[in-house]
């Protein structure tokens, strides 16, 4: 399979980062998506937070992390002492992946290929960027960030020093979410902000 990096540019600049993402056919993805959702946040924020791709909402807004994952994170943020506003928010696949049913778009899980093939992308946001650490939401994230497969399980609640930046890997907040009037919720959650605790002290 091809990927993205015929379409990324030379440029670091943000701005021409996302329009030349617009074009992207490094994988099939774009086509029955309705547009690419590239990021929110300034090349000065100094921490990235790495979501697995575009919900629903986000498909059809073009921003990243504005549905109930998005809002959820929001909480998470807020309580952890990150302030969303300064910090750079971007996605490992940059098209909504999903399944059609009737008319509902059911979110399906991008497959390796997919965040081989959009890796390009953030490693060249990373690049423009340049934080002082990442936060990869997720598993698919954790691939698109570290290079290799791992276990939320295991590697999360540290600060991983094994790529070119500090890394924490933590739950993708839509599996806390999904938890949402289970018994488990407030445990998950609680592990998420106290996670994201770790993170805060590299964005000030
Ligand atoms: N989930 C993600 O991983 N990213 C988004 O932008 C929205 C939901
Ligand atoms: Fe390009 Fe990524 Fe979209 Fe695939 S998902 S078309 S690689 S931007």
Redesign the pocket.
């Known amino acids: 399979m091809s990927d993205a990096s015929e379409w990324v540019p030379d440029s670091r600049d943000l701005g021409d980062l996302e329009s030349a993402a617009h074009a992207c056919r490094g994988c099939e993805l774009w086509e029955p998506a309705t547009q690419v959702?590239f990021s929110s946040g300034e090349r000065s924020a100094r921490l990235v937070l790495?979501?697995?791709?575009?919900?629903d909402?986000?498909d059809r807004s073009g921003?990243?992390?504005?549905?109930?994952?998005?809002r959820l994170?929001d909480e998470a943020l807020v309580a952890a002492g990150i302030d969303r506003a300064a910090a750079y928010?971007?996605?490992?696949v940059k098209h909504f992946r999903f399944e059609r049913r009737g008319s509902r778009r059911i979110h399906k899980t991008p497959g390796v290929g997919h965040v081989t093939a959009c890796r390009p992308w953030l490693g060249a946001e990373l690049e423009a960027v340049s934080p002082a650490a990442v936060v990869a939401?997720?598993a698919?994230?954790a691939r698109s960030v570290l290079g290799r497969p791992v276990k939320i399980g295991e590697v999360r609640g540290r600060v991983l020093d094994e790529a070119a930046v500090p890394v924490l890997v933590t739950a993708?907040?839509?599996a806390v979410l999904r938890l949402r009037g289970d018994a488990g919720y407030d445990e998950a959650f609680g592990a998420l902000v106290s996670d994201l605790r770790l993170a805060a002290p590299f964005g000030r």
């Open positions: 959702v790495v979501g697995e791709q575009p919900g909402q986000e921003e990243p992390f504005v549905g109930p994952a998005g994170l928010l971007t996605n490992a939401l997720g698919t994230a993708h907040p839509s």
